[in-house]
T-cell receptor, first 117, second 115 residues
């Protein structure tokens, strides 16, 4: 079945540094990937839709200069949290749609737990 | 307004019993998809079951079935013969086909299976 690899699974960084999270579709091409953020005991909130070869579409309230998204190939999207602060600590998870899959075709990565100290 | 409502923040069920997790949704689209995901403490999102708005029969996947009542805009998940490993967060989600490809998730229900 379709597999989405997300790396790293967890990261601790110092306040003010930047962190890059990778989301890679391993056995299919994904023209569109999605980035979500999840606070403890809460649901997933869509941050942005990442489109291969074009600019990401950000949801209202999400700072595009802080959360840089690059979708340079059909199998890789990256989310960079720039100048991270403790309030950016959260669980980030990506999703990709395999448009050739029967029916739904959405697959999630395993998530990245970011802790900013 | 909330597009996906899950009114049960937490549910308990005895092992081997069946449990129903509620989900109601709000959309003006005629074409949409409804999904249920399981999220264990590890954080991964595990796809369970899908129901298309035009599907006339309720979806079933092993021990999971979806009680789809279109007129009431509800898509409840039924888990039969609960197992201890079913303890997790469960999210109902909707994709509105005329509003892009992204999902809207409900707030989730934490299911605890008791031995």
């Amino acid at each position: 079945g379709a597999v989405v690899s997300q790396h790293p699974s967890w990261v601790i960084c110092k306040s003010g540094t930047s962190v890059k999270i990778e989301c890679r579709s391993l056995d299919f091409q994904a023209t569109t990937m999605f980035w979500y953020r999840q606070f403890p005991k809460q649901s997933l909130m869509l941050m942005a839709t990442s489109n291969e070869g074009s600019k990401a579409t950000y949801e209202q309230g999400v700072e595009k200069d802080k959360f840089l998204i690059n979708h340079a190939s059909l199998t890789l999207s990256t989310l960079t949290v720039t100048s991270a602060h403790p309030e950016d600590s959260s669980f980030y998870i990506c999703s990709a749609r395999n448009t050739h899959a029967v029916g739904y075709g959405y697959t999630f990565g395993s998530g990245t737990r970011l802790t900013v100290v | 307004a909330q597009k996906i409502t899950q009114t049960q923040p937490g549910m308990f069920v005895q092992e081997k019993e069946a449990v129903t997790l509620d989900c109601t949704y709000d959309t003006s689209d005629q074409s949409y998809g409804l999904f249920w995901y399981k999220q264990p403490s590890s954080g991964e999102m595990i796809f369970l079951i899908y129901q298309g708005s035009y599907d006339e029969q309720n979806a079933t996947e092993g021990r999971y079935s979806l009680n789809f009542q279109k007129a009431r805009k509800s898509a409840n998940l039924v888990i039969s013969a609960s197992q201890l490993g079913d303890s997790a967060m469960y999210f109902c989600a909707m994709r509105e086909n005329n509003h892009g490809q992204n999902f809207v998730f409900g707030p989730g229900t934490r299911l605890s299976v008791l031995p």
